[in-house]
């Protein structure tokens, strides 16, 4: 009986090992494309070792979770792939769901090992191990997603989500009937707490009313936490919803499907799960930055550079509107993503006040950029733990 | 003169048990290459290829075959901590739960004596590590001894509040001013030396010492006897004078103790840090590899090899052949299934 019970517990758990490896959405693997007849091993085509011309330049790209995400990691592999269309001497080598820390050392050293000599990571948690790394191989060039260390071969590069999230606040602080914002957060970590401050800012801008209430899921792609939070936070009356996790897909269908106006953040794609209640959304549309910065390592210009780009240098994008979107509403979200990128409106300029009334920000000052990835406050107006 | 005989008896037959094993778990190992080879042929890959890069990858060079071991260290400990309370018959799916908590109080000890020199502060955080895995599996084990909850329900309901028992300490009052889902890097004298430049650590000897050290109770010692007594027959194990609710409480604080250990190995060994939500399953992986190798050592030394093999060379087959990461999921479930299914190609395999 006991060799039964186990082996029906093995397998379930192979089972739901199967399954996870078809849970990420449209895995290539589980329907093999039809078209491709089933080949001799002989007869396989060309394997990419034996392409003929040598490529002018390998570079690695690595991703925390699944490049089909409609989130963060598609943006990421996106860009990447605009840059291998627009350099086509490079040969990309990409690997996606690349654990944490000390997890991904091992991806960038067999990255390395591939020839690879420029090293994109992308993932928040792949910033220590690409900077120790740094250190052993002088000769490759890393350049990670949203950080800030640097050296001599290792720099950052990002899009510059305030100001778009101040946008994303006003037409959200325009729509909500109940003043009541909702934000789904993985945890809470310095730049998501600035998203969420300037989100908030723009939303009383124009509505002095409105309340941000924040809820954790304390990971970036737990899926069933986050349709739970979103329904929690709808429970509360929350009228209109947005979130910084790595896959905007189940926050946005949850609040489709319970018809409640969404905005969406990392991929601009995120716009298929709500054909409805969709107000807009931001994403990252890094590809010419790649192309860029790919190019200036082929030409042994590149130099590291802290860099940070908005809407205006094309790194970040607003998506369409929704149907349900006023004119005056869509005009005065563009109003304010063009001030913002103009500099007519300063996100961060004082007076600010945090949740207990305390001035954070004087009269007159603006809270430096390199402070924003440390925020540990929230504005007033949040409701939540910055903790 | 019997004696000897008898031992050289023995040890041809422990030969032999060896020699069998490792065959059979060869043969499923090709079986499970072979129906995924059909899966990569399906996909337009050449399943050679693929299989030269995964061996180059692991088995062909020191690197790689350094990396497979480190992959395999905090496997070995979890199964380890499966397998021990198995055999009297808890079954511990809390092991992720009681890997978490030993890592906590481990990065405790490593943030709180930094002054102390590593020859202290690395048994001082095994130990913490080891009372914080024991502490999390007393609960289960306890409400079990009392005849009130089983363990299997209370062991896995854990597993999910130790995460988040973790994160409280990191996001409340460990994290730096910048990365605030980790603690600042250990000091060095908190970290596991590391072998010959790669980034094998002591942890490694930690678990083949575990499993020697298992074998050896269960066969020769009289705990060994009489926990094989109760995970047989709990009421005639009592009945013959075995003290029961002890020996449940105290093993499955020790399989807690030992996944506490595998949690502190994790941020001594490996991270060099505690990351929130640092473990991805691995307590899951022992668990698996503890019961597809029916809880015998030898078992999951060669289980934990195979999905050690799979998943780092599994890896590579993204950047040669362009592969998704799902499919590196399919072939572990491939090879995992065969094992299940044991398929009887030796004469004597059940």
């Not at chain 1, 913002?340 to 949740?355: E, L, R, S, Y």
């Not at chain 2, 080879?37 to 030269?52: E, F, Q, R, T």
Request: aromatic share 10%; proline share 6%.
């Amino acid at each position: 009986m006991h060799t039964h019970l186990r082996k029906v517990f093995v397998c379930l758990l192979c089972i739901s090992l199967l399954l996870t490896a078809c849970a990420a959405p449209a895995a290539p693997t589980a329907a093999p494309a039809p078209t491709q007849p089933p080949a001799q091993p002989t007869a396989a085509p060309a394997q990419p070792t034996a392409t003929p011309a040598e490529p002018c330049l390998i570079v690695g790209a690595l991703y925390g979770g699944p490049k089909n995400d409609a989130g963060y990691n598609q943006a990421m592999a996106g860009s990447m792939a605009a840059m291998a269309k627009n350099i086509p001497c490079v040969k990309l080598i990409e690997a996606e769901n690349v654990p944490d820390e000390a997890g991904a050392k091992t991806t960038m050293e067999n990255m390395i090992r591939q020839g690879a000599r420029l090293i994109f990571a992308t993932a928040f948690n792949h910033q220590n191990p690409a900077f120790e790394l740094s250190k052993t191989y002088k000769d490759v060039i890393f350049e990670h997603a949203g950080g800030w260390m640097m050296s001599d071969n290792f720099a950052n590069y990002f899009g510059a989500p305030p100001n778009s999230w101040y946008a994303m606040g006003v037409a959200a602080g325009s729509m909500t009937k109940s003043n009541k914002l909702g934000f789904v957060a993985a945890f809470p970590l310095g730049w998501t707490i600035t998203f969420i401050n300037a989100f908030t800012l723009g939303a009383r801008s124009v509505n002095p009313q409105a309340q941000t209430i924040v809820a954790y899921t304390f990971s970036w792609g737990d899926r069933t936490k986050e349709a739970d939070t979103t329904n929690s936070l709808i429970n509360q009356g929350v009228d209109v919803i947005t979130m910084h996790v790595d896959s905007p897909s189940t926050v946005i269908g949850t609040a489709e499907s319970r018809g409640v106006y969404s905005i969406g953040f990392q991929d601009l794609s995120a716009q298929q799960f709500a054909p409805q209640y969709w107000i807009t959304g931001t994403g990252y549309t890094l590809g010419g930055k790649i192309t860029w910065l790919t190019q200036s390592v082929i030409d042994k210009t590149w130099k590291p550079i802290f860099l940070r780009c908005g809407v205006k240098d094309g790194c970040m994008a607003i998506a369409p509107f929704g149907p349900k979107v006023p004119k005056e509403v869509q005009d005065k979200t563009l109003q304010a993503m063009k001030d913002t990128d103009d500099g007519k409106i300063v996100v961060f300029k004082g007076p600010i006040k945090d949740q207990s009334g305390a001035v954070k920000v004087a009269e007159g000052e603006t809270l430096a950029d390199d402070k924003l990835g440390s925020v540990n406050w929230f504005v007033e107006g949040v409701v939540g733990s910055p903790k | 003169m019997t004696a000897a005989v008898d031992r050289t008896r023995r040890e041809r037959r422990l030969n032999r048990r060896i020699a069998d094993a490792a065959l059979r778990y060869l043969l499923m190992l090709l079986l499970a290459l072979g129906l995924f080879g059909v899966i990569l042929l399906l996909s337009g890959k050449n399943p050679l290829h693929a299989y030269a890069d995964i061996l180059r990858a692991t088995l062909g060079s020191t690197y790689g075959f350094s990396e497979v071991l480190v992959a395999m260290t905090p496997m070995l400990i979890t199964a380890m901590a499966v397998a021990l309370p198995s055999r009297v018959g808890l079954i511990n799916v809390g092991v992720e739960g009681q890997l978490y908590m030993g890592a906590c109080l481990a990065t405790w000890g490593a943030l709180t004596f930094i002054d102390l020199p590593a020859w202290a502060l690395l048994p001082l955080m095994v130990l913490l590590g080891m009372i914080g895995g024991a502490a999390w599996a007393f609960v289960p084990g306890y409400l079990k001894a009392i005849g009130l909850v089983n363990e299997t329900i209370t062991s896995l309901l854990l597993n999910s509040v130790a995460p988040k028992v973790v994160s409280f300490f990191i996001f409340g009052f460990w994290h730096g001013p910048m990365d605030t889902n980790k603690t600042a890097n250990f000091v060095s004298a908190a970290r596991l030396p590391t072998f010959f430049g790669t980034r094998v650590d002591l942890s490694l000897i930690f678990a083949l010492a575990l499993l020697v050290l298992f074998w050896y109770v269960m066969r020769y010692s009289r705990w060994g006897l009489e926990m094989r007594a109760i995970g047989g027959n709990p009421q005639a194990a009592l009945r013959n004078g075995i003290p029961l609710k002890a020996y449940q409480v105290g093993i499955m604080c020790l399989g807690g103790a030992i996944a506490g250990l595998a949690g502190m190995a994790l941020v001594s060994g490996y991270f060099g840090l505690l990351l929130a939500n640092f473990s991805s399953g691995i307590g899951y992986m022992g668990f698996l590899i503890s019961w597809l190798s029916f809880g015998d050592p030898l078992g999951v030394l060669l289980v934990s090899f195979l999905v050690s093999v799979i998943t780092t060379g599994g890896n590579l087959l993204q950047l040669t052949q362009g592969l998704p990461y799902a499919a590196i999921n399919i072939l572990l479930a491939l090879a995992l299934y065969i094992v299940l299914a044991r398929p009887t190609f030796v004469r004597g395999a059940k």
